[in-house]
């Protein structure tokens, strides 16, 4: 065989093998043809003139040093700000952040170290370091005097902070709702809600997602079937009470209403008609109350159910006994109930903040949640119908319990979803105090709170 056809000049090598390319040019050595070689002197010509060599070469220490980043921690402002009604211990780089204006700040502390020095370039063997922990020793002093003698914040600037906090919440759903402002993430859970609902004909002809005579809408916002009966609720007050403030069976606890709120919300949003259970003293005794005047609206709405007895044995036989009755559901964290044709379904508080939870349920049965939540379609022995949450009701609920406290991330989230739903669909069954023109009557508010006025009507009682 005759390798005489094959020209190795046409051979490519990958330029990046320093290995490759020695080979290759040993191989084809022959097939090159010489190329002259330049006059050395030539090429110096034109090279710039080379600076002559420092007689000290620098080290590689003192080079990577010039590169090195300078670490600014000791002069940095903190990243913790101190704030809220309640005081603070001061957080520690507070002392000593760069801050010409404020005491303890590193140029001043510098100051105290060489302050009787006069060289340009003081040396460290002359510094004064027990000035820096005398004057840290005084602040630190002067802050623990202030945290002893500080009241926090007045009761009567607390209320108009909070009333603030609901109002600019409340105000921000409206502008959502009515679509003065929009939000990506809640128009994209509105849209893959109402891909689950089926469309019916209404009285008019056309074709509807939701109609004014419907039952509620049930868990994670699903459209309720035609033949699915939803149980009633039926809370224990006190024990749900007793989860949060850890008290014991002597006494009653003192009612906080925001965690009433959370519960009834968290059953009325799911589509179930709910009755929460108390003691008769609460309705009189206001200083059990945390919040007086938000209980009582709550009492308007036809969700609390009080006992002419102050037990808490008293409470859950009552409760025990609407739900049988009824076949309801139980929501207690006792363990002494024992249910024959109820189920029970005990509650789950993950405290969020010092007055906001988020509420869960795991009922007692081992069954699937929708089982122990509907009623069985052979039940013949009790009219179920009565027992039933209708939209409008549902709507009303949300709107009035939204417009008197905040709620969680998520949780408001998924009010605004279903407010949302109800307006572009259904809008005549919002109530008034929802209505657009609202908004005004909210913005008014706020103004007055930011002038430290004092609200005579909280907007909702205007309807």
């Known amino acids: 065989m005759s ?22 040019s040993q191989c084809d050595v022959q097939n090159l043809t010489a190329v002259p070689e330049e006059p050395k002197s030539e090429i110096l010509e034109n090279l710039p003139p080379k600076s002559p060599e420092p007689s000290d070469v620098q080290p590689p220490a003192k080079i990577q040093r010039k590169n090195r980043r300078i670490d600014t921690s000791f002069v940095m402002q903190p ?11 001061p957080f520690p780089k507070e002392l000593y952040w760069y801050n010409p204006a404020v005491s303890g700040t590193a140029t001043e502390i510098f100051d105290m170290l060489f302050k009787s020095s006069s060289q340009a370039k003081p040396k460290y063997t002359h510094a004064n370091f027990s000035a820096p922990a005398s004057a840290l020793k005084i602040m630190k002093q002067a802050r623990q005097k202030g945290l002893q003698t500080t009241t926090g914040t007045l009761k009567d600037q607390q209320k108009p902070r909070k009333q603030r906090k ?26 893959s809600t109402i891909q689950k609902f089926s469309c019916t004909r209404g009285d008019d002809g056309r074709l509807r997602i939701l109609e004014k005579n419907d039952l509620s809408i049930v868990w994670n916002l699903s459209q309720r079937e035609p033949d699915w009966q939803v149980k009633p609720v039926f809370i224990d007050g006190i024990s749900i009470v007793d989860m949060a403030s850890g008290s014991g069976s002597i006494g009653l606890p003192v009612l906080q ?81 024992h ?5 029970q379904c005990f509650p789950v508080l993950h405290k969020l903040s010092e007055s906001n939870y988020k509420v ?104």
Request: glycine letters at 2%; hydrophobic letters at 40%.
């Open 257 to 337: 209403v925001q965690l009433l709120i959370e519960i009834l919300l968290h059953f009325i949003i799911d589509g179930h008609q709910v009755t929460l259970f108390l003691p008769e003293i609460y309705k009189t005794d206001s200083e059990k109350i945390d919040n007086s005047q938000v209980f009582k609206f709550l009492c308007t709405l036809d969700v609390i159910k009080f006992v002419n007895k102050k037990s808490r044995k008293a409470v859950e036989a009552e409760v025990l006994m609407e739900a049988e009755k009824t076949a309801g559901i139980i929501c207690s964290n006792s363990d002494d109930i």
């Open 79 to 89: 990243v913790k700000k101190i704030e809220g009604d309640t005081p603070q211990r």
């Open 166 to 191: 609901v109002l600019d919440s409340l105000q921000n759903t409206l502008w959502l709702i009515h679509a003065y402002k929009r939000d990506a993430v809640l128009e994209h859970n509105s849209r």
């Open 360 to 463: 869960s349920t795991v009922f007692a049965r081992k069954d699937s949640s929708k089982n122990c939540r509907l009623y069985p379609k052979e039940t013949a022995e009790i009219d179920t119908s009565i027992y039933q949450l209708t939209l409008e009701r549902q709507v009303f609920l949300i709107c009035s319990l939204f417009h008197v406290t905040t709620f969680h991330g998520q949780r408001k989230q998924q009010i605004e979803v279903f407010l949302m739903i109800i307006n572009r669909f259904l809008p005549e069954i919002l109530p008034k105090f929802m209505e657009k023109s609202m908004i005004t009557t909210v913005g008014e508010s706020i103004e007055k709170l930011q002038r430290e006025q004092n609200l005579e009507n909280w907007p909702i009682f205007l309807k």
């Open 339 to 343: 249910t024959t044709l109820s189920v």
């Open 3 to 24: 390798y005489d056809s094959i020209d190795l000049t046409k051979r490519k090598y990958p330029r990046d093998s320093g290995l490759l390319e020695d080979n290759a």
